[in-house]
């Protein structure tokens, strides 16, 4: 098999493991953009749930029930005012540097934006994500704008 037909094939193995949650975080931006989110008297922070898709493989009955249970639970979210913003991942990609990239760790497969109070609120938001109980790994981080040039920031330790 010659390079060429080594890249396509491993891009026809992820498209078929990424596909189904593909389809579940569709629903989620659906259902994100229908909902109407409760005011909240704390100011809310945007945050990011990064998905990478574990070794295991789901049968057609498992996608189809991590389907339904991702769309409850996207409703449940959208509901307490978490605001839910999905992105997903293809597969093409280009890596540059010293070889030393997150390419040999398990690929990221989608993104979740959404909004919560604190760090701790978005984790156990992520927590509750019906992904991990199909072998999906989770990574939550805070969601910043970039710093304009020039601007200083005093460490965090130090506000």
């Not at 080594?6 to 193995?13: I, L, T």
């Not at 919560?116 to 939550?140: C, F, I, K, M, N």
């Not at 970039?146 to 130090?158: D, N």
């Amino acid at each position: 098999m010659n390079p060429c037909e080594c890249s396509r094939a491993r891009s026809r193995r992820w498209l078929l493991r990424t596909a189904p949650i593909a389809v579940c975080l569709c629903v989620v931006s659906v259902l994100a953009q229908s909902s109407n989110p409760l005011p909240s008297a704390t100011s809310m922070k945007t945050f990011v749930i990064i998905f990478r898709q574990g070794p295991l493989q789901l049968t057609e009955a498992d996608k189809l029930r991590r389907a339904q249970e991702t769309v409850a639970w996207a409703r449940a979210q959208n509901a307490a005012g978490h605001k839910l913003d999905p992105r997903i991942l293809t597969p093409e990609s280009e890596h540059r540097g010293s070889g030393n990239s997150a390419s040999n760790e398990r690929p990221v497969t989608a993104l979740l934006f959404l909004e919560a109070r604190d760090l701790s609120e978005a984790t156990q938001v992520a927590e509750a994500h019906p992904a991990l109980h199909y072998g999906s790994e989770v990574e939550v981080r805070p969601w910043a704008p970039p710093v304009p040039v020039g601007t200083t920031t005093a460490p965090a330790a130090s506000r």
